[in-house]
């Protein structure tokens, strides 16, 4: 089998859908390979750009004065990287970084809007929402089902948390008793929290009942009052002002569904930041498909690029392997965004660590090689310190055009871009910046990639 | 005692612990599952935990981390892993690949051997069939009522009949699997007719066997081996260069076996063989002139075994094939994940679930508005032809290859 593409995906992640989108809409054929499905299919759903810094507890209340402290603290780091280029001048590099993530939150809101994973927040300031432990974390963009609205500013609010009999994942009792503690402590709204049990029950059963059944139930026509009598009784009871539930409100309809039920209970409802693989997090990937898809993009799920061939400094052909049939595909310019150790473009064994197409070189967070890093020599208790794990931070060192470079500090070939969890610098768990790395390096990386086929043609 | 003597011995002491040590072929199989993470991603889009629920199928991530690990006791897991359809969306999904499907194969070969008691009863009878007969379904005692039905079926569809030609040293074996062979023969004699327009030199068996898929599905992994055996000398003898089948089980079986026991042919599934060998242009220059007046507005199902098992491409060479015939509208189905729910043999001994299974798939092709149905399976073809004739619908379903052959033959 043979294809050919101007731009070749490998990764179908935030990072390479972002990619894969850009390219598309430039006009250039683009194919995106997917072996199977990464992170941000899993994630909560939320839109991280940056949190915190490593060792830091107090969260940053905006990307912008995170993004200026990365900067100057990590030069290296992939938002560090954004703010460079020949036509950048030293003390612009800051106001460039900013300017650059902002563009590209601004161009992901405006993409996801009217899809089943619309966002809401800005870029101007980071807002905290709910977790179904009823913890609070920093982050930019929530789906709009997972808005927390006006809560932590009204006196006078009052938090309903409502469980459902039978799905084991929330708890509401020890998520209000976390969440209350929290707030007193912070002398802060809402004063008041409460919590009930209601029950859905998809197969007839209140037991053993997993997210995606209630989210498909949900999805039905009708089942969504069933719901709302049961919160209602549950909100007058306590003058709940907010209903938060877990996230299953649905995987097609879920914001319609959101907003029958605050309206049969006068409530606002919203949907807490759930555990991976978390709906939101399904949304969201079936979500950025579509709009590649749309966008003029090809999707080819279950296939692996397991070998290349270069022509002088380019890359300029693929083989790819789907279960029982393997293809060459012809290409301009490659995007490599497989991620790191979970979407498996970064794995660690015995021998070292080492990144799995290419083989390309990796390093540590540090910049120095992490050829020889054993992940299991590392798993010690001085390992998990407030600076993160080290080797979430390995992975690909990329120069200003978000190229993989060598040893020798150039790149690895003229035509191959790195964007998302593959590339090295940056801890996105302790920072909280996994999905706004994603989203700006892919950005990136696929800009220069247009830049460059232009050019050659 | 000897080494080869020490082997026996340990073998029996295996026996009698109902243990059944894994043929070094299936060792990556195996292996894969110490990949799982147990992240759950693959639940979110099992069609069977859609169809009904975690609760009585307890989903893809449980086969790998609870039910592949109970050995020897596999039979306790007996109530779960006859409801997978073995269609793969777990493994595609999946971040690393854990191989589910097969992992379900090993296990129900297991249960087969030892505990035979657990095995539905629904796979008897068929075990019994492919052991008599080499064939998944009883074959006509009545050879001319068998061409009888042929025949009716060639006339209501409007193809002509192209004699069977078996003989050595041809280019290609067309292999029309089970399904085709003895119940849906418009799909084999369709297949023969668009060979035939094409001027192929093909052969079929002399005697056709089953390609072992059926067996494998049940367990019944002795019987399995033999087929694929059976079948290989029967195609060695042959001396064909490549084998083409229109049935999308076959294709990701006959791949599976070429590499597992060195065929050294390629098997390919008519749509490939027509894109990659044949050619658009051809098909282009085929297609010019013949029967095209009416318009039709189409859907197609994508059958598990080709876009899961074997390769997506081959669903993008079926619409590049169809955007070919002028007339012809196809309006893509929003059924994600989906399976008609006729995979893994699940409708042999649990009707209601493969039902439940091919249900979202009913509800998607309504959607679509679209009057025909077409699908290059014969077995998913009559696993969604019956379900939409119980609902009452007017959608009618065509196997692929019948659709073409109508398309290409002369007025």
């Given at each position: 089998m043979k294809l050919k593409s101007d731009i070749l995906v490998i990764g179908g992640g935030m990072a390479g859908l972002v990619a894969g989108i850009i390219a598309a809409e430039s006009g250039a054929t683009t194919l995106l390979l997917r072996k199977g499905q990464s992170a941000t299919a899993y994630s909560s759903g939320a839109i991280d750009i940056i949190g915190y810094l490593p060792e830091a507890t107090e969260p940053f209340s905006a990307p912008s004065e995170g993004l200026a402290a990365i900067a100057g603290?990590?030069?290296?780091?992939p938002y560090g990287v954004v703010g460079y280029g020949d036509n950048v001048a030293p003390e612009e590099v800051v106001d460039t970084i900013i300017e650059r993530v902002r563009d590209s939150v601004v161009w992901l809101k405006d993409r996801l809007e009217g899809t089943i994973a619309s966002v809401v927040g800005d870029f101007q300031s980071n807002f905290s929402p709910i977790s179904i432990l009823g913890t609070t974390k920093p982050t930019c963009l929530v789906q709009t089902t997972m808005n927390p609205g006006d809560i932590h500013e009204r006196e006078d609010s009052v938090l309903l948390f409502a469980g459902i009999t039978g799905y084991p994942d929330f708890n509401p009792s020890s998520a209000s008793k976390t969440y209350l503690e929290d707030r007193i402590a912070m002398g802060q709204p809402p004063h008041k929290v409460g919590f009930c049990m209601t029950k859905i029950m998809p197969f007839g059963k209140s037991f053993n009942i997993s997210s995606i059944e209630i989210a498909r139930h949900l999805d039905h026509k009708g089942s969504i009052e069933t719901l709302a009598e049961q919160i209602d009784v549950q909100v007058k009871r306590i003058g709940a002002t907010h209903v938060a539930i877990p996230p299953v409100l649905g995987i097609r309809h879920a914001l319609k569904s959101k907003l029958e039920l605050e309206k049969a209970i006068g409530a606002e409802v919203f949907e807490l930041l759930g555990f991976p693989p978390s709906i939101p997090g399904l949304r969201l990937q079936l979500a950025l498909e579509e709009v590649y898809t749309k966008a003029g993009g090809k999707l080819l799920a279950g296939h692996e690029a397991i070998s290349s061939s270069r022509k002088g400094k380019t890359i300029n052909s693929i083989l790819a392997r789907s279960p029982r049939r393997e293809i060459s595909i012809d290409t301009k310019a490659i995007i490599l965004a497989t991620g790191k150790y979970i979407g498996g473009g970064i794995a660690g064994n015995e021998n070292g660590i080492r990144e799995t197409v290419f083989d390309i070189m990796t390093v540590t967070g540090e910049y120095?090689?992490?050829?020889?890093?054993?992940?299991?020599?590392?798993?010690?208790?001085?390992?998990?310190s407030p600076m993160g794990q080290q080797i979430q931070t390995c992975g690909l060192s990329i120069d200003p055009q978000f190229r993989p470079i060598r040893e020798d500090g150039l790149e690895w070939a003229e035509n191959v871009f790195a964007a998302g969890a593959v590339l090295a610098g940056y801890n996105y768990s302790v920072e909280k910046s996994g999905l706004g790395v994603a989203l700006t390096s892919g950005y990136g990386a696929a800009m220069n990639a247009v830049d460059r086929i232009k050019g050659v043609a | 005692m000897n080494e080869d003597e020490a082997y026996e011995y340990v073998k029996s002491t295996l026996k009698k612990e109902m243990i059944t040590p894994y043929h070094s072929d299936e060792l990556t199989i195996v292996s894969s599952?110490?990949?799982?993470?147990?992240?759950?991603?693959?639940i979110n889009h099992c069609p069977v935990v859609a169809a009904i629920g975690v609760d009585r199928f307890s989903g893809p991530r449980s086969i790998a981390v609870e039910l592949s690990r109970s050995p020897p006791e596999y039979w306790s897991t007996a109530d779960k892993i006859y409801l997978c359809t073995g269609c793969g969306t777990c493994k595609e999904v999946c971040p690393k690949n854990v191989d589910i499907p097969e992992i379900v194969n090993l296990i129900r070969a297991r249960i087969f051997e030892h505990r035979p008691d657990l095995v539905p009863k629904g796979f008897m009878l068929v075990n019994e069939i492919i052991t008599e007969h080499g064939l998944a379904f009883e074959p006509w005692a009545d050879k001319e009522e068998k061409e009888e039905s042929r025949d009716m079926r060639l006339e209501h569809l409007g193809l002509p009949f192209i004699p069977d030609i078996v003989k050595e040293k041809a280019d290609v074996l067309f292999y029309p699997g089970c399904q085709a062979e003895e119940r849906a023969q418009e799909v084999r004699e369709a297949a023969k007719v668009i060979l035939d327009l094409f001027g192929v030199d093909f052969t079929l068996l002399n005697e056709f066997s089953c390609c072992s898929l059926p067996s494998r599905l049940m367990g019944n992994e002795i019987k399995a081996r033999e087929l694929a055996k059976r079948l290989k000398n029967k195609i060695k003898k042959l001396g064909v260069s490549k084998v083409v089948t229109t049935c999308a089980g076959c294709t990701s079986n006959l791949a599976d076996l070429a590499e597992r026991d060195d065929w050294g042919i390629p098997t390919y599934h008519l749509l490939e063989f027509l894109a990659e060998e044949i050619g658009y242009a051809r098909l282009t220059q085929a297609l010019k002139g013949k029967r095209l007046s009416e318009s039709v507005h189409i859907s197609v199902h994508d059958p598990c075994h080709l876009i899961r098992h074997t390769s997506r491409r081959i669903m993008d060479y079926a619409m590049d094939i169809l955007a070919l015939i002028p007339g012809v509208k196809v309006t893509a189905s929003e059924?994600?994940?989906?399976?008609?729910?006729?995979?893994?043999?699940v409708s042999y001994h649990s009707k209601d679930v493969a039902d439940a299974v091919v249900k979202e798939n009913l509800i998607a092709l309504e959607e679509t508005g679209a009057e025909r149905l077409v699908t290059p399976c014969p077995l998913c073809t009559a696993q969604i032809e019956s379900n939409l004739f119980k609902s009452g619908s007017s959608i009618e379903v065509d196997d692929l290859t019948v659709f073409l052959a109508q398309k290409l033959i002369k007025e």
């Open positions: 603290l990590y030069p290296l780091h120095h090689s992490a050829k020889d890093i054993v992940p299991s020599r590392v798993t010690h208790r001085l390992e998990i | 599952v110490s990949r799982c993470i147990n992240c759950g991603l693959c059924a994600h994940d989906s399976c008609c729910g006729g995979g893994g043999m």
